[in-house]
């Protein structure tokens, strides 16, 4: 990663010489996690059903003089079991300078687009850490310079994204992956992960009523999946994309209504013969060379509501109910993480006590397939400086769902988060 640790080097040196500095801030969380499976995989050799990992996050944030600031996030996960798992990353390294009419950072930053709960399906700028969290929701960090322009007509965000981050995936001793190793990825791009991504987003609202408008083209964050038969591993393929964003939200008392849907150009078909199980894959790599499907355009929607009840019971207690509608019109050629035909039906309940107590628990249901999964994720805080969180999935695929493969990974996470 030599663009990320240049930016970093870079970075580090403008906070050590600058003359005059504010007194740093910090604060560091330490995570234990222990995660028990319901049954063994089926899916590679690992059969064990507990697993353990540490994980450690820090923040650190100094302002500057002139209106500026750095803030430096660095991440690291040990994992028992999964090597892959075990990694560190560089979630934020990022210089902010505020102007009379503009903003600009440089750096290793975070930015995130989107209204809905189920799918993000516009959050794009940063790569999924596909090893922290099914939910897509833990990003890498991205090298990025973001130029914030805020005018009476709306907000206005221009990036130039100068190294693409290869997504993270479970090896083959971690439960909830493949069971394979991964091969290197190879790109549709000649710049390989060098090539120069573009990004804009624009923002504005009117009264309850807001919405945003995005464009992105360079390397898809979703890499299509195959098979290298020369060597027996998963192949990741990153083509060349453009995607069109749009993201709407109208509140209304307790009613909070929300639409994202994308327009994508470039992303591969998957309609090619089953390699691996009981999931297809666009792309392979054989002896006679690499082997890539034909790209399409399509797009996909999520659409839905939430509503809250304020004070439930003459209580503190609100509770909400979300209701949506995920859509992919590739279909069965739609890849294995997409949703085609989906309902989330979810309740959350925030009991607004001095624990600061929260649990949201809902089932996707796929009305195609007629299969579905439950989730469950809540925290409360048990001490001034330790917080509990709870995580639960039930799978129950079709057989011919792609994630039929998954049916024995139903899993409890305890984590236990201290805060220094």
């Given at each position: 990663?030599k663009?990320?640790?240049?930016?970093?080097?870079?970075?580090?040196?403008?906070?050590?010489?600058?003359?005059?500095?504010?007194?740093?801030?910090?604060?560091?969380?330490?995570?234990?996690?222990?995660?028990?499976?319901?049954?063994?995989?089926?899916?590679?050799?690992?059969?064990?059903?507990?697993?353990?990992?540490?994980?450690?996050?820090?923040?650190?944030?100094?302002?500057?003089?002139?209106?500026?600031?750095?803030?430096?996030?660095?991440?690291?996960?040990?994992?028992?079991?999964?090597?892959?798992?075990?990694?560190?990353?560089?979630?934020?390294?990022?210089?902010?300078?505020?102007?009379?009419?503009?903003?600009?950072?440089?750096?290793?930053?975070?930015?995130?687009?989107?209204?809905?709960?189920?799918?993000h399906?516009?959050d794009?700028?940063?790569?999924?850490?596909?090893?922290?969290?099914?939910?897509?929701?833990?990003?890498?960090?991205?090298?990025?310079?973001?130029?914030m322009?805020?005018?009476?007509?709306?907000n206005?965000?221009?990036?130039?994204?100068?190294?693409?981050?290869?997504?993270?995936?479970?090896?083959?001793?971690?439960?909830?992956?493949?069971?394979?190793?991964?091969?290197?990825?190879?790109?549709?791009?000649?710049?390989?992960?060098?090539?120069?991504?573009?990004?804009?987003?624009?923002?504005?609202?009117?009264?309850?009523?807001?919405?945003?408008?995005?464009?992105?083209?360079?390397?898809?964050?979703?890499p299509?999946?195959?098979?290298?038969?020369?060597?027996?591993?998963?192949?990741?393929?990153?083509?060349?994309?453009?995607?069109?964003?749009?993201?709407?939200?109208?509140?209304?008392?307790?009613?909070?209504?929300?639409?994202?849907?994308?327009?994508?150009?470039?992303?591969?078909?998957?309609?090619?013969?089953?390699?691996?199980?009981d999931?297809?894959?666009?792309?392979?790599?054989?002896?006679?060379?690499?082997?890539?499907?034909?790209?399409?355009?399509?797009?996909?929607?999520?659409?839905?509501?939430?509503?809250?009840?304020?004070?439930?019971?003459?209580?503190?207690?609100?509770?909400?109910?979300?209701?949506?509608?995920?859509?992919?019109?590739?279909?069965?050629?739609?890849?294995?993480?997409?949703?085609?035909?989906?309902?989330?039906?979810?309740?959350?309940?925030?009991?607004?006590?001095?624990?600061?107590?929260?649990?949201?628990?809902?089932?996707?249901?796929?009305?195609?397939?007629?299969?579905?999964?439950?989730?469950?994720?809540?925290?409360?805080?048990?001490?001034?400086?330790?917080?509990?969180?709870?995580?639960?999935?039930?799978?129950?695929?079709?057989?011919?769902?792609?994630?039929?493969?998954?049916?024995?990974e139903?899993?409890?996470?305890?984590?236990?988060?201290?805060?220094?």
């Open positions: 990663m663009a990320p640790i240049a930016i970093s080097v870079f970075l580090s040196a403008i906070t050590l010489s600058a003359a005059s500095m504010a007194e740093l801030s910090m604060t560091t969380q330490l995570d234990y996690e222990s995660t028990f499976f319901g049954a063994d995989s089926q899916i590679g050799e690992n059969e064990d059903r507990w697993n353990q990992s540490i994980a450690l996050r820090t923040e650190l944030y100094k302002e500057l003089e002139g209106d500026q600031s750095i803030t430096f996030k660095p991440f690291y996960r040990f994992d028992e079991h999964d090597e892959e798992r075990t990694h560190g990353d560089i979630r934020e390294l990022i210089w902010h300078k505020v102007a009379d009419n503009f903003e600009l950072k440089a750096g290793i930053g975070k930015v995130f687009w989107g209204v809905t709960e189920s799918s399906l516009v794009i700028i940063n790569q999924t850490d596909a090893v922290e969290s099914l939910d897509g929701e833990q990003k890498l960090g991205q090298p990025m310079v973001q130029l322009l805020e005018r009476d007509w709306g206005l965000d221009l990036f130039v994204l100068p190294y693409h981050r290869e997504r993270t995936f479970r090896g083959k001793d971690g439960r909830l992956g493949l069971g394979r190793d991964f091969a290197d990825a190879v790109y549709e791009s000649s710049d390989e992960e060098n090539h120069v991504d573009v990004a804009a987003r624009f923002y504005t609202y009117i009264d309850e009523f807001e919405y945003a408008v995005s464009v992105f083209h360079g390397t898809s964050r979703e299509a999946l195959g098979f290298d038969q020369t060597q027996g591993n998963v192949l990741p393929y990153y083509p060349q994309i453009t995607q069109l964003g749009l993201e709407m939200q109208y509140l209304n008392e307790g009613w909070a209504w929300k639409f994202e849907g994308i327009v994508r150009d470039g992303m591969l078909q998957n309609n090619q013969s089953t390699l691996l199980g999931i297809s894959f666009p792309v392979f790599n054989t002896a006679g060379g690499l082997l890539v499907a034909e790209d399409e355009q399509y797009f996909a929607t999520t659409a839905g509501f939430e509503y809250t009840q304020v004070g439930i019971w003459d209580t503190r207690i609100d509770l909400g109910w979300v209701v949506e509608h995920l859509y992919d019109s590739r279909q069965e050629e739609a890849s294995a993480t997409a949703f085609e035909h989906d309902v989330l039906l979810a309740t959350r309940w925030a009991a607004n006590d001095a624990a600061s107590s929260t649990l949201l628990a809902g089932v996707l249901f796929d009305y195609e397939h007629q299969d579905y999964s439950l989730s469950v994720e809540g925290e409360t805080r048990i001490l001034n400086n330790l917080m509990l969180s709870v995580e639960a999935r039930v799978f129950a695929p079709d057989e011919e769902n792609p994630q039929w493969d998954f049916r024995d139903d899993f409890v996470r305890l984590t236990l988060s201290y805060y220094l």
